[in-house]
């Protein structure tokens, strides 16, 4: 005999029922999970699945609960109550099952859609930028190429496009100098300096017959990283720059060449009325004599630099480069100076190393530079101050670094860009009375003559704490790197 056939009084009605809700609910757990994927595991045999959309109170029962409920000997009234309770706790159940579903699924699909009009916005944020940053591009003067890290073109403006001579559509995605028939225009573009310097060459125009200068300065693109990932090169067209530099200069050379005769004239004229053979002078007329000859001299100083200058700018100047010991230059030159320094109490030593290798330059060029670096820094440095020129050679092995360090009264930060431009003189009030003012062209002309032997020169200094003017000279000369 089993439990369901004992007749049922109210009170194990009632208890018959909780267990059936428990066996129930259970059973609504077991049926929800492999519901996933057996939707039709609960009907009863025969029966055909409901429609989507159809009202959850019509849920079918459980088989197990359904099994139950036959063999629990309930009058068909109990039964009915049974089955309505039942009924009615499974479309509960299933409906706050779908209201949940459903909610999550409109947050889902609203957050998602969220995400996606993001992201829309930033796509049209960032469109736009480009095609802004391309018109700015296309529309530059100057001419931009950009190539990655294989030296193929990823990037050409309609300008370069003209300097060079080429399609922009034919050169995308090949190197650079493919195709290039100019011999000139091909050696340009083939090793552009990855240090950014400038280049610079002469390019004969065909059509013109005339020359044009293109200038080019690069600069390495990195990623986030630090690693190369390509180049981009401006290209700007200065030939109509370098026709007015050559007029400067032709008419500098021109007016300085012809302002040296008299000038001579005037110096002898002077130095024979100093000697007296022109008639006796008195101590008045010896010291204007004295004034009038000390500025004729600056005068002179001054035509002769800005005559070096204007040859040194134009390429006019010839190097008369041969194998020379660093340290003989620098040597002579502190023989020289030394007396004055000392006179100013200024102690001048140099130390060089005696393993250098020959340098191919013009020492009489180099002495030059060397003579401004080393009587300006016996002009700006006091009493008891010092001056040590070093040389050595640069990390790397291709240079030779020559140094000029004082004790003086430093540059100023903000004067430190103009230092090697023409006619500046700093600090003209600092030097002691009587000494011969500059002509504000030393810097200038030192500079040309550094880079005339393909070096390059810096300064170091602070007001105050003295100066380190620095000069590097190649180991091979660049006319033994060509090619
Ligand atoms: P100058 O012939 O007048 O000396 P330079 O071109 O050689 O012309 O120098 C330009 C200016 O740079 C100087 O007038 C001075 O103000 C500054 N200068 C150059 N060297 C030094 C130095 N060692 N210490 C301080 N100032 C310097």
């Known amino acids: 005999m089993s439990i369901l056939d004992i007749p049922l009084g109210p009170m194990q009605f ?46 079918p029962l459980p088989p197990a609960v359904l099994q139950e409920m036959e063999h629990a000997r309930l009058s068909a009234s109990q039964r009915q109550r049974l089955s309505a309770v039942l009924s009615g706790l499974v479309s509960q159940q299933v409906a706050a099952k779908v209201s949940a579903v459903k909610h999550e699924l409109n947050r889902v699909v609203e957050e998602k859609t969220r995400e996606a009009m993001v992201v829309k916005q930033k796509y049209h944020d960032t469109l736009a930028h480009k095609e802004q940053t391309e ?64 280049k610079e060459i002469e390019l004969d125009s065909k059509q013109a017959q005339s020359k044009r200068v293109l200038r080019s300065s690069n600069a390495v693109i990195e990623d986030e990283h630090g690693k190369t990932v390509g180049m981009v090169s401006v290209l700007t067209d200065v030939t109509k720059q370098r026709e007015l530099d050559r007029l ?51 005068l002179n100083a001054m035509i002769n630099d800005l005559l070096d200058l204007a040859k040194l700018e134009a390429k006019k100047v010839e190097l008369r480069r041969e194998p020379t010991a660093i340290q003989a230059v620098i040597q002579r030159t502190c023989e020289t100076l030394r007396a004055w320094a000392t006179s100013k109490g200024v102690r001048l030593t140099a130390q060089t190393p005696e393993a250098l290798p020959a340098l191919s330059l013009d020492p009489a060029r180099i002495e030059q530079v060397l003579t401004n670096l080393i009587g ?58 009587g000494e011969a003012k500059g002509t504000g062209l030393g810097l200038a002309i030192t500079k040309e003559i550094v880079e005339l032997h393909g070096g390059r020169i810096w300064v170091e200094s602070e007001q105050g704490k003295g100066s380190r003017f620095a000069f590097s000279l190649p180991v091979a000369s660049p006319s033994d790197t060509k090619g």
């Open 376 to 433: 300006n820094a016996v002009k700006f440095t006091p009493p008891d101050g010092s001056i040590t020129v070093e040389a050595k050679l640069a990390e790397g092995g291709g240079e030779v670094e020559v140094s000029v360090t004082d004790t003086g009264q430093g540059i100023a930060k903000e004067d430190l860009p103009k230092l090697f431009q023409k006619f500046q003189q700093l600090q003209a009030g600092a030097r002691r009375a």
């Open 248 to 298: 400067k200069s032709d008419f500098v050379s021109g007016v300085t060449h012809e302002l040296r005769t008299p000038l001579v004239a005037m110096k002898h004229s002077l130095a024979v009325m100093g000697e007296a053979s022109a008639g006796e002078l008195s101590e008045t007329q010896k010291n204007f004599l004295s004034i009038t000859q000390r500025n004729l001299d600056r």
């Open 14 to 59: 009632m208890a018959v029922t909780a267990v059936v809700v428990v066996a129930f609910t259970v059973a609504m757990i077991l049926s929800y999970i492999s519901q996933q994927n057996r939707p039709l595991g609960y009907l009863r045999r025969g029966e055909r699945p409901e429609p989507a959309g159809e009202s959850p109170a019509d849920e």
């Open 135 to 198: 018109a700015v591009l296309r529309s530059m003067a100057e001419g931009l190429v950009v190539v990655n890290q294989q030296g193929e073109v990823v990037f050409l403006n309609p300008a370069a496009e003209k300097l060079l001579g080429v399609d922009k559509q034919e050169k995308l995605g090949k190197p650079l100098n493919e195709g290039l028939q100019d011999e000139q225009l091909l050696s340009f573009v083939k090793q552009p300096s990855a240090d950014g310097r400038e």
